[in-house]
């Protein structure tokens, strides 16, 4: 079964540091895997996703994740973080085809102190 | 920018009543998710929908869940005797349909509360 592991519930960053957020994978083949943004009170958001290709994936709001196969793991970078940046990030799982079927994490929490 | 909306925004009912909750997908738009996330856990996949049909659904999506895009433009989800466990906010989604790598575009999600 896919799984997702977000091993921080929680990061604090200072506006303007470098931030990854981690994400490992579980699934038996090549998977689609996402990261999700979602701020407060408000929905869901896809930052980038990664398909196939190149294994740097570059999204929205200067967000980049690296898909690692020999980690199972898909990390969420970014080189200086707004203070805008605060909120909950999930990455996320799927089988091949999209977006069927997909299995979050737990998701962490970021804060973006001045 | 089009955007993908949800209506009502907060909708609360007693256990056994049946809730519809509401989504205008964006227009073009061929594929369409619901999902939910119970508050404090994480988002869960509900059911896709495709061509007027489901194409996938998760083990949470049992009998008492139903969807249908009844006119073209709406797309809902019932549950047809709501349950305490069913309080949750509800996330529709869709994609273009064009591609596998189409962006997929979230509504704003529908709170519902179970008395």
């Known amino acids: 079964a896919q799984s997702v592991t977000q091993p921080d519930i929680h990061i604090t960053v200072s506006e303007g540091a470098s931030l990854e957020l981690r994400c490992n994978y579980s699934?038996?083949?090549?998977?689609?895997l996402f990261w999700y943004v979602q701020s407060p009170g408000q929905g869901l958001q896809l930052l980038l996703k990664y398909f196939s290709g190149d294994t740097l994936v570059q999204g929205i709001k200067g967000f980049e994740a690296e898909f690692k196969r020999s980690q199972s793991s898909f990390n969420l970078r970014k080189p200086s973080v707004h203070w805008s940046d605060a909120a909950e990030y999930f990455c996320a799982v799927g089988p091949p085809g999209g977006y069927q079927k997909v299995t979050f994490g737990t998701g962490t929490k970021l804060q973006v102190i001045p | 920018e089009p955007e993908v909306t949800q209506t009502p925004s907060h909708q609360v009912t007693q256990m056994g009543q049946e809730v519809i909750l509401r989504c205008v997908p964006i227009s073009n738009h061929l594929y369409f998710y619901w999902y939910r996330q119970i508050l404090g856990q994480k988002v869960e996949f509900l059911v896709s929908?495709?061509?007027?049909?489901?194409?996938?659904k998760s083990e949470i999506f049992d009998d008492q869940f139903s969807v249908e895009r009844p006119d073209g433009s709406n797309f809902t989800l019932k549950i047809r005797s709501t349950k305490l466990e069913d309080s949750a906010m509800y996330f529709c989604a869709s994609i273009p349909g064009t591609s596998p790598t189409d962006t997929q575009y979230f509504g704003p999600g529908t709170r519902l509360t179970v008395l």
């Open positions: 929908f495709y061509n007027n049909e489901i194409s996938e």
């Open positions: 699934y038996g083949a090549t998977p689609y």
